[in-house]
């Protein structure tokens, strides 16, 4: 049974960098067609696809936060982690982790973490 856990701060002040992680157990994040994307919700809007890192360590991240977010993986500590640099009260959001498995996709959310509420707040 995958399960995924996010962890961060979950007060960010302007202008400084977001950093979360996402634990996952149950599966190697490297095995075989494994994906695993970052997605948020702000207050009173919908989901937002924010990238994803697929099991061979590529990833693809949304035209418009491509320039202030970095996503990657620790293989060792079965990790991925969520970069957003430069933040503004316009990315405060519950930030969700989840996955699934299967080849020349990664859209299909098949496992969701539990999401982390993240307030930019000075």
């Known amino acids: 049974q995958v399960q995924l856990q996010e962890s961060g701060p979950g007060l960010v002040k302007p202008s400084q960098t977001l950093s979360l992680t996402c634990t996952v157990s149950g599966d190697s994040i490297d095995a075989n067609n494994n994906y695993w994307n970052w997605v948020r919700q702000p207050p009173g809007k919908g989901l937002e696809w924010m990238g994803v890192i697929f099991y061979d360590g590529s990833t693809y991240a949304s035209p418009s936060l491509k320039s202030r977010t970095s996503i990657s993986r620790d293989t060792s500590k079965n990790q991925i982690s969520l970069q957003l640099i430069s933040v503004t009260p316009e990315d405060t959001a519950v930030y969700y982790c989840?996955?699934?498995?299967?080849?020349?996709?990664?859209?299909?959310?098949?496992?969701w973490g539990q999401g982390t509420q993240v307030t930019v707040s000075s």
């Open positions: 989840n996955g699934g498995k299967g080849s020349n996709k990664y859209t299909t959310y098949d496992y």
